[in-house]
């Protein structure tokens, strides 16, 4: 009985969803997890959300998950880890942020300023 007993030790633990995170923005349960996983449910705000639930995943969401394999909780780790490769949110655009010609120019440059605004049909 103990042999089987160390074989199915599971291992619970949170990962906390980044605003960069692959996962936000979606239902919890379009998530692929690698075998002998499961979620459980998300953490928000000091509430627990269950899996059943099917919540929307948002940023800063804990997804509680259980791998009933010690061997697997590297790769449900990995799984829920995943982010954009570029910093990436549904609330906001950096291209939005970015300064412009005219904006990074010195004033004193007219005659460069004009020519970033220029448009070559």
């Known amino acids: 009985m103990s042999k089987n007993r160390k074989a199915l030790d599971p291992s619970l633990f949170g990962?906390?969803?980044q605003a960069n995170s692959i996962y936000c923005g979606i239902d919890?349960?379009?998530i692929k997890l690698p075998d002998k996983c499961v979620v459980l449910g998300i953490?928000?705000?000091?509430?627990?959300?269950?899996?059943?639930?099917?919540?929307t995943i948002f940023a800063?969401?804990?997804?509680?998950?259980?791998a009933t394999h010690p061997m697997m909780v590297p790769a449900?780790?990995?799984?829920?880890?995943?982010?954009h490769?570029?910093?990436?949110?549904?609330?906001?655009?950096?291209?939005?942020?970015?300064?412009t010609a005219s904006q990074s120019v010195?004033?004193?440059?007219?005659?460069?300023?004009?020519s970033f605004n220029s448009t070559y049909y």
Do not use: F, H, Q
């Open 15 to 17: 990962v906390l969803i």
């Open 28 to 30: 919890l349960t379009e």
């Open 43 to 55: 953490l928000r705000e000091s509430k627990v959300i269950s899996a059943t639930d099917n919540p």
């Open 60 to 66: 800063g969401d804990y997804i509680l998950a259980i």
């Open 76 to 83: 449900l780790k990995v799984t829920l880890k995943k982010i």
């Open 85 to 99: 490769s570029v910093y990436y949110s549904l609330n906001s655009c950096l291209l939005e942020a970015r300064a």
């Open 106 to 114: 010195n004033s004193d440059d007219s005659d460069v300023l004009t």
